[in-house]
């Protein structure tokens, strides 16, 4: 069992609303991962980082940021929560140096954060 | 362009028939490819990776892949699919960064 959590599981709430999604691992691992699962299931980079106080922005545009002050957790924030904001958040980390070395390349996913925006 | 696609959207197999789900990849240069599963309501898995060496790779479940170079493939497989195969099946390949393919939901009918 991978050692990466993600909370709240699910969480309902109305429009306007500022919220965080959590998420901490205890692996040391330096590299973690926002991903955006939509309605389709496709899977979107939507932030990362590589290291404290390292964030970047994925493949898919957000609204959300994110910080890492600590190595251990990579909370996700929406200031002003919409329905189009709506989806499945994943959050991942992994200890590979970069990518394509020789190592492992293996990302360990935490169980997600459902979102529903009213 | 996409690094990794996944033409299926939906396989449905009979349980202890074989389980094929595809993945073709277009990355510069010896890719590095994985499979990961997606059991309903939770978090994906990783099944298993290439990195280099033998084409066949062993993975977790009783899953296997294939890496074919010249068809630019990686397909995964299972000689005789379980109704607990049922879920997503996700293809990746580190192209800079990894990225996932769309996605394809195998269904295992008992």
């Known amino acids: 069992e991978a050692d990466i959590y993600q909370t709240p599981r699910y969480l309902v709430i109305g429009t306007g609303k500022k919220i965080t999604l959590e998420c901490s691992q205890t692996?040391?691992?330096?590299?973690m991962y926002w991903y955006q699962q939509d309605p389709g299931m496709e899977l979107h980079l939507i932030h990362y980082?590589?290291?404290?106080?390292?964030?970047e922005k994925g493949d898919l545009s957000s609204e959300s940021t994110v910080s890492r002050i600590r190595t251990e957790h990579f909370p996700l924030t929406l200031e002003s929560a919409r329905p189009s904001h709506t989806s499945q958040y994943l959050c991942?980390?992994?200890?590979?140096?970069?990518?394509?070395?020789?190592?492992?390349?293996?990302?360990?996913f935490g169980e997600g954060s459902r979102l529903t925006v009213l | 362009a996409q690094s990794v696609a996944q033409p299926e959207d939906q396989v449905n197999v009979a349980e202890g028939n074989p389980l094929t789900v595809k993945c073709t990849y277009s990355?510069?240069?010896?890719?590095?490819l994985f499979w990961y599963v997606q059991y309903p309501n939770r978090g994906l898995q990783f099944l298993l990776k290439?990195?280099?060496?033998?084409?066949l790779v062993k993975g977790s479940y009783g899953f296997e892949a294939e890496f074919n170079k010249s068809q630019t493939s990686f397909h995964l497989k299972k000689p005789s699919a379980l109704v607990s195969d049922s879920a997503l099946y996700f293809c990746?390949?580190?192209?800079?960064?990894?990225?996932f393919g769309a996605g394809t939901t195998v269904t295992v009918r008992a």
């Open positions: 692996m040391g691992h330096d590299k």
């Open positions: 980082s590589y290291g404290v106080n390292s964030t």
């Open positions: 991942a980390s992994s200890d590979h140096s970069e990518w394509g070395a020789a190592d492992t390349g293996e990302l360990f």
């Open positions: 990746a390949v580190i192209d800079y960064k990894l990225s």
């Open positions: 990355v510069s240069g010896n890719p590095y």
């Open positions: 290439y990195i280099t060496g033998d084409n």
